[in-house]
């Protein structure tokens, strides 16, 4: 991803979310606020596919199906985040790659917790102005423009706030694809650095998997076919990592990982329908703590 572009990646799964809510998972999962964040043609979309009603011609079925999936894939790692985010309450949670995440606007739960969004300085730009006078339910909201990999994590968290002698959460939320193996080590470095005993990791990432390349193929040549902006052309996915690799790697910075979520299975358990649970098979969300 180029420093000028905000990111078209957060725009989708912000849509997925969007899609999802109030008719996957009902009762387990729901985000009011992601549609909130959306641009009035990326809404529109989100109402498309919210219909139901599969379209016809090639170029509006292909949006459905798009949205349809990553709403599946949203509700499951969203409801898994937020669980391992309600199971070790911590007075600081930091979200790195933030994009449109909305628990800051929409967990009543972090009332009583300073919440850090840590993005790309374009795309957290671009939230700023999406996000306008939206209140946060966070007790407090703090800003932190970081690129992984080029810009110093911990002095930018310590200047806006965060304190290395209190627990932490942090979110991994759909960033570590678009990252490379060195990006991941030292953004890692820094994170345990900054991360007192208590303090808790919940990434998700990707496992090695033909079918979701494919699958990423077909986005771009529907965006291509439709005219459409293609979400991956500026943001490749460009890492995996198996579910051993992940462990080694966590517990090399200091974590110990006691959940590994096979996203395919919680969407089954929350009732997703089969249909569209088939795309979430090539991911998981591990949460890992620190003693
Ligand atoms: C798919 S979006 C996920 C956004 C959010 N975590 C979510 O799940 O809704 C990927 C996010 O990673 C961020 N990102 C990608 N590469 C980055 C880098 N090198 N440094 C900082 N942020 C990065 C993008 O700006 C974008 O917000």
């Excluded at 008719?23 to 549609?35: H, I, N, S, T, Y």
């Excluded at 917790?113 to 996000?131: G, I, L, M, N, T």
């Excluded at 930018?156 to 942090?170: F, K, P, V």
């Amino acid at each position: 991803m180029t420093e000028k572009q905000a990111s078209r990646t957060a725009v989708l799964v912000c849509q997925g979310r969007a899609v999802a809510d109030g008719r996957l998972a009902v009762g387990r999962f729901g985000d009011p606020v992601a549609q909130r964040f959306l641009l009035d043609d990326e809404r529109a979309a989100v109402e498309r596919a919210r219909t139901g009603t599969v379209p016809q011609a090639m170029r509006p079925r292909m949006e459905y199906e798009m949205l349809n999936a990553t709403a599946a894939v949203l509700a499951t790692r969203t409801v898994l985040i937020d669980d391992a985010i309600g199971d070790r309450h911590t007075p600081q949670l930091v979200i790195l790659g933030a994009g449109l995440d909305g628990r800051a606007w929409r967990l009543p739960d972090l009332d009583d917790v300073v919440v850090y969004e840590v993005d790309q300085p374009a795309s957290q730009q671009d939230k700023r102005e999406r996000a306008g006078d939206l209140t946060p339910v966070a007790k407090e909201l703090c800003w932190v423009p970081v690129e992984f990999g080029r810009d110093e994590l911990g002095p930018a968290l310590a200047a806006a706030g965060h304190r290395t002698d209190t627990a932490t959460t942090w979110i991994w939320e759909g960033v570590l694809p678009y990252l490379t193996a060195a990006q991941v080590d030292s953004t890692l470095s820094a994170v345990a650095a900054c991360s007192a005993p208590g303090s808790r990791l919940i990434a998700t990432y990707p496992l090695p998997s033909r079918l979701a390349a494919i699958g990423r193929l077909g986005m771009r040549v529907y965006s291509m076919l439709s005219g459409d902006r293609d979400p991956l052309a500026n943001e490749p996915h460009i890492s995996t990592w198996t579910t051993g690799e992940m462990a080694a790697i966590l517990a090399g910075h200091g974590w110990t990982v006691t959940a590994d979520h096979d996203l395919y299975e919680a969407s089954r358990t929350l009732g997703i329908p089969a249909s569209r649970s088939r795309f979430v098979g090539d991911s998981r969300v591990v949460v890992a703590d620190r003693a």
